[in-house]
C-alpha cells in the first residue's frame, strides 16, 4: 500500500490545482470542515469567499495569483497558506498573529503543520486490520467524509492508492452537497 501520511495526503489536493479564488476558497472550506475543528471566534466562523482571498493577497498573507482579476489563479502553496489561516483562527489566532508565522514558515513546515491539524479529515492513521476466524482478512482504512459517514477501502484493493482514495471521497463529499439526494 502507497505510504498513507498526512503530508501524502494533504499533496494528492494538489493535482486539483489550479483553482480560481471561488474554486479555492470551496476546497480549502472543504478540508478545514472535515476536520471538524471547532471556531472559536466569528472570524474562525467566517466561510471563506472569493473576497476573502482578494483581502488576504491584499493584506500579504497570500502570496499573489498567477494572473489578475478573474484570469487569477491559485496553486498548492496558496491552498496551503489559506488552510493555515483557517486552522489558526480556528485555534483562536488573529490575522496580526498569523502573518508573520506564514512569513516564517517555509514550504515543508507549513506543509507538515497543515496535514498534521487535518490528519483526521485526511484519513490518515485510520487503518485497521480485520481478523476472520483467527485469520488476517487484510488492513482496511477507515476515511473519514462526513458527520457520520466514512469509506473503508481494503489495502490491496486498486482503488487504495492516495489519490484514489481523495478522489472517492472528494465525490461522495460533493454528492452529499447537492440537494436532491439529501
Do not use: C
Not at 506543509?111 to 498534521?116: I, L, P, Y
Not at 481494503?154 to 447537492?178: K, N
Amino acid at each position: 500500500m502507497a505510504d498513507l501520511s498526512p503530508v501524502t495526503l494533504l499533496r494528492a489536493h494538489a493535482r486539483h490545482a489550479p483553482w480560481n479564488a471561488r474554486g479555492l476558497a470551496a476546497h480549502a472550506t472543504a478540508l478545514v470542515d472535515a476536520a471538524a475543528m471547532r471556531p472559536t471566534n466569528a472570524a474562525a466562523r467566517a466561510s471563506l469567499s472569493a473576497r476573502a482571498i482578494r483581502f488576504y493577497v491584499a493584506n500579504g498573507l497570500l502570496d499573489r495569483p498567477e494572473g489578475t482579476g478573474t484570469a487569477a489563479t491559485y496553486g498548492y502553496r496558496h491552498l496551503l497558506q489559506l488552510l493555515h489561516i483557517k486552522i489558526r483562527q480556528r485555534e483562536g489566532q488573529t490575522l496580526e498573529r498569523i502573518k508573520p508565522e506564514l512569513v516564517e514558515l517555509t514550504g515543508d513546515t507549513l506543509e507538515r503543520r497543515v496535514a498534521t491539524a487535518l490528519a483526521p479529515a485526511l484519513g490518515a492513521g485510520s487503518d485497521v486490520a480485520v481478523h476472520r476466524d483467527g485469520e488476517l482478512d487484510g488492513v482496511w482504512r477507515r476515511v473519514h467524509v462526513a458527520d457520520g459517514i466514512e469509506l473503508h477501502v481494503r489495502d490491496d484493493s486498486p482503488a487504495s492508492s492516495s489519490s484514489a482514495v481523495v478522489a472517492i471521497r472528494e465525490a461522495v463529499r460533493a454528492a452529499l452537497g447537492r440537494e436532491d439526494i439529501r
